[in-house]
């Protein structure tokens, strides 16, 4: 059965993946195991330390190497509490590097510059060799002078070699895939608000917190089960969802476990809906309070027919009850009015 990742890593770290993009696209997952897809050739020294930190502190991370894994993605393997790797793939560790700039024409000054540079430089390197070298050796058992050799030599290992180095836990044979829904379209998500950008417009998957308000706002729970396929997906029609199918403009669509799919021009109307919701719940709240004010004011004229009645004489009372009845009618017909408003409105909501 194919394997489905939660995360996906791939392309040049630093770029697209960052610490930050990957703290948020673990969080879903802060309570569960965690299955990361790797296949990079590496990037930037600081953001695979990130990373592997994160990897380390959430605990229970199992990291699958594919294709070529390379530099600071190796790094961020380390991290994973279990490390899988396919058979057909190849793993290179190497030392620190970092870029330099080559004068062509140079003066005396130029070249003392350039010397204090690169002792500072080397100085450097050195000090992320021996941290890099520290982190394989944690993960194999193996001697940091060990790890520095072979991080000296710069060579591909097969699944096999990097087995027997200790930087493996297993050599796997499985049909890969990811999942739209828990690997790529999670992970772009992520990292475009990493960076403070909007996500692109992907139909593959909608957050599932909105749509479980939506669902819940319509009434429509985890146990609403009425008509169930072979595939255990929830067909919804007018029958059994009329408001919410209207709002969306459908006749019917499929659901399961897990919640819906919508479109952006559909989440746009199902938001249209939902205000306008708001908005008629708002007046129904206000003529509920027109209604009990016109209903005090029905029972304040009686009083103050009684008032009259006893007051004044027979006659004048008739008089009186007759105004004050004419004055009731009217409020009641208002509150009448108000209410049948109401009743109207509370229906639709």
């Not at 997952?29 to 990897?55: H, M, N, P, Q």
């Not at 199992?62 to 899988?84: C, E, P, W």
């Not at 990292?191 to 749509?211: D, K, R």
């Amino acid at each position: 059965m194919p394997r489905k990742y939660d995360i996906n890593i791939e392309g040049e770290i630093g770029y697209w993946i960052t610490g930050e993009s990957v703290r948020a696209a673990m969080q879903p997952y802060a309570e569960r195991e965690i299955k990361v897809r790797i296949s990079s050739l590496g990037g930037s020294l600081s953001d695979g330390l990130d990373v592997c930190t994160l990897f380390r502190a959430h605990s229970n991370v199992t990291a699958y190497l594919n294709g070529m894994v390379a530099s600071a993605a190796t790094i961020i393997a380390m991290g994973a509490r279990r490390i899988v790797m396919a058979p057909e793939a190849v793993v290179l560790v190497h030392n620190a590097s970092s870029f330099l700039f080559h004068y062509e024409h140079v003066q005396k000054e130029d070249i003392d510059d350039k010397h204090e540079e690169l002792k500072q430089l080397n100085e450097m390197l050195t000090t992320f060799d021996k941290v890099i070298a520290e982190i394989y050796s944690k993960r194999t058992g193996k001697s940091v002078e060990e790890m520095e050799k072979l991080m000296k030599e710069e060579r591909w290992l097969t699944a096999q070699e990097a087995l027997e180095y200790g930087l493996v836990d297993e050599i796997d044979n499985y049909e890969d895939t990811t999942t739209p829904e828990t690997g790529m379209t999670a992970m772009v998500t992520a990292m475009c608000n990493a960076h403070g950008l909007p996500a692109p417009p992907l139909n593959i998957v909608s957050e599932p917190t909105i749509i479980e308000r939506v669902l819940a706002k319509f009434g429509i729970g985890k146990a609403a089960n009425k008509s169930t396929t072979e595939n255990n997906c929830l067909i919804m029609d007018k029958t059994t969802h009329p408001d919410l199918l209207n709002a969306l403009g459908v006749d019917k669509m499929e659901a399961n476990e897990k919640g819906v799919m919508l479109s952006n021009a559909q989440a746009e109307m199902l938001n249209k809906a939902l205000a306008e919701a708001s908005k008629e719940k708002t007046r129904a709240e206000d003529l509920e309070k027109e209604v009990k004010e016109l209903q005090a004011k029905i029972e304040a004229m009686k009083e103050e027919a009684k008032a009259v009645a006893n007051a004044d004489g027979a006659e004048t009372g008739k008089v009186n009850d007759t105004a004050v009845n004419k004055g009731e009618d009217s409020v009641a017909k208002a509150a009448a009015v108000a209410k049948a408003q109401l009743e109207k409105i509370k229906g639709l909501l």
